[in-house]
């Protein structure tokens, strides 16, 4: 019995809060049907999503970061593009490409904030675990209806 595979690429700046949505991920998918990918940051994971996509091995491609402000350039611009190009990345390939990629208005690195984005960042897996479900579930009725 073969089962859907699924990509998790996840950023490592932040990995303290990024690596918890994979928790989240994983809370609803198998471990074995997913394989994790690391990238040195959110800037690096359109083109490895789409490269993976490319393989034809995934039902869909969850991605995670965490883009602050780090004072040294503008971090709305980095989120805007890693956004963009998530999204393109999935629409050139037709595989799904899923977005846990969070750019807090205000974040201090707290104890504090530290644990809230934790939390929130176990949350956001699950939902791109629902996500890559529900997508691939209805990918294949249509396949099937063709």
Not at 8 to 15: C, G, I, L, P
Not at 61 to 87: E, T
Not at 101 to 111: F, I, K, R, V
């Amino acid at each position: 019995m073969t089962h859907t595979r699924y990509a998790f690429v996840k950023a490592n700046w932040h990995s303290d809060i990024v690596d918890r949505a994979l928790d989240g991920f994983l809370d609803l998918i198998p471990p074995d049907q997913v394989d994790i990918f690391d990238v040195p940051g959110a800037f690096e994971m359109p083109l490895l999503a789409r490269d993976l996509a490319q393989t034809g091995t995934y039902a869909a491609i969850a991605c995670a970061a965490f883009v602050v402000d780090g004072g040294i350039y503008r971090h709305d611009f980095v989120a805007q593009a890693v956004v963009d190009g998530l999204m393109r990345a999935g629409l050139d390939t037709g595989i799904p490409v899923l977005s846990v990629s969070l750019t807090p208005h205000q974040y201090q690195e707290t104890d504090h904030h530290n644990a809230i984005y934790r939390a929130h960042f176990v949350e956001k897996g699950r939902e791109a675990a629902r996500t890559a479900l529900q997508i691939t579930e209805t990918r294949s009725k249509l396949l099937k209806a063709a």
